[in-house]
């Protein structure tokens, strides 16, 4: 009963995009109370699920969900398309056409996505975010066509912030993408970062294009906001390809068979990071200073395995 019920919430919110917990109780026979508590734990499973309160709201589910790839086989989406369309044969529900229509066009999508530009293929998934390149097909569309978006931005803190943007143009910077985006909120440009966008959703509204200057845009993003250190690497044989495709084969040299590179990188725990997951196949040279950070950062990490 419970995963029934909890099937026909998200089938509902993919259909509809917003309903209410009134409207969701109604229609599964349960209390409000007993929604809320199948969303909270759809939404620890990861679904984008949004419950806005107050006057206009309601719950939502991102525009840029969908079923995971892979989710069900080709056989099962026929299945659920059929069975679908006989219940659709019953009941006069335009909502069961849009769910049909969504699972039909779920099963031709089966395929990783490739943003092709001229001779230019990005591939825009991420390791983590199988739901990441539905995120940038959203922007992309919302930013050819005007379309005001609100979306639920988690900062590094951890806070949450909902704002309404008009996305003007998309942004990769070392490896990460960006939308920068006029912010209702703040009244001016920001920069958000799309790994940190939990759920967008289209308001309806359309917006009008902004002048701006490319060199407007903070793309900058260490050298203004970060301190810098200059750090030397030694680094081993296996370890080359590593380095060369993280700084750049222009910056790896020579000298009597061993390998090395001198940069200036921002100095952060990312920095940290970076360097311990090369594990043995860089050693810091200099400053010393970063060498004992990352004996500590070493130490703590056997700590927590003992």
């Known amino acids: 009963m419970k995963y029934k019920v909890m099937i026909d919430i998200l089938f509902t919110l993919l259909a509809k995009k917003k309903s209410t917990a009134e409207a969701l109780a109604n229609k599964n026979g349960i209390s409000k109370r007993s929604v809320y508590r199948y969303l909270d734990e759809m939404t620890v499973s990861g679904i984008p699920i949004d419950v806005v309160k107050g006057r206009g709201g309601g719950i939502y589910i991102s525009d840029s969900y969908k079923l995971p790839v892979n989710y069900m086989t080709k056989k099962e989406y026929v299945a659920a398309i059929d069975a679908m369309k006989a219940m659709r044969g019953q009941i006069e529900d335009e909502n069961s056409d849009s769910a049909i229509e969504k699972l039909i066009n779920q099963m031709k999508e089966e395929k990783q996505d490739l943003s092709v530009t001229g001779d230019?293929?990005?591939?825009?998934?991420?390791?983590?975010?199988?739901r990441f390149h539905e995120k940038?097909?959203?922007?992309?569309?919302?930013?050819?066509?005007?379309?005001?978006?609100?979306?639920?931005?988690?900062?590094?803190?951890?806070?949450?912030?909902?704002?309404k943007i008009d996305a003007h143009v998309l942004v990769y910077k070392q490896n990460v993408w960006y939308v920068y985006a006029y912010c209702h909120t703040r009244e001016a440009f920001r920069l958000f970062k799309v790994g940190r966008i939990r759920t967008a959703r289209r308001t309806g509204r359309s917006f009008e294009r902004k002048t701006f200057l490319r060199e407007e845009i903070p793309l900058q993003?260490?050298?203004?906001?970060?301190?810098?250190?200059?750090?030397k690497l030694e680094i081993s044989r296996t370890a080359v390809a590593d380095v060369e495709e993280w700084l750049g084969?222009?910056?790896?040299q020579t000298a009597d068979d061993k390998f090395f590179a001198t940069m200036v990188l921002p100095d952060n725990d990312g920095l940290i990071q970076k360097i311990l997951s090369l594990g043995l196949g860089v050693?810091?040279?200099?400053?010393?200073s970063l060498q004992k950070r990352l004996q500590k950062a070493?130490?703590?990490?056997?700590?927590a395995y003992e």
Do not use: M, N
């Open 120 to 130: 230019l293929i990005v591939d825009s998934s991420t390791w983590g975010d199988y």
């Open 136 to 163: 940038i097909k959203l922007l992309q569309s919302a930013t050819r066509e005007l379309a005001e978006l609100e979306i639920d931005y988690v900062a590094r803190t951890g806070e949450h912030t909902r704002r």
């Open 221 to 231: 993003f260490w050298q203004e906001t970060s301190k810098t250190v200059e750090i």
């Open 249 to 252: 084969v222009d910056c790896i």
């Open 283 to 288: 050693k810091v040279v200099a400053p010393l």
């Open 298 to 303: 070493a130490r703590q990490i056997v700590e």
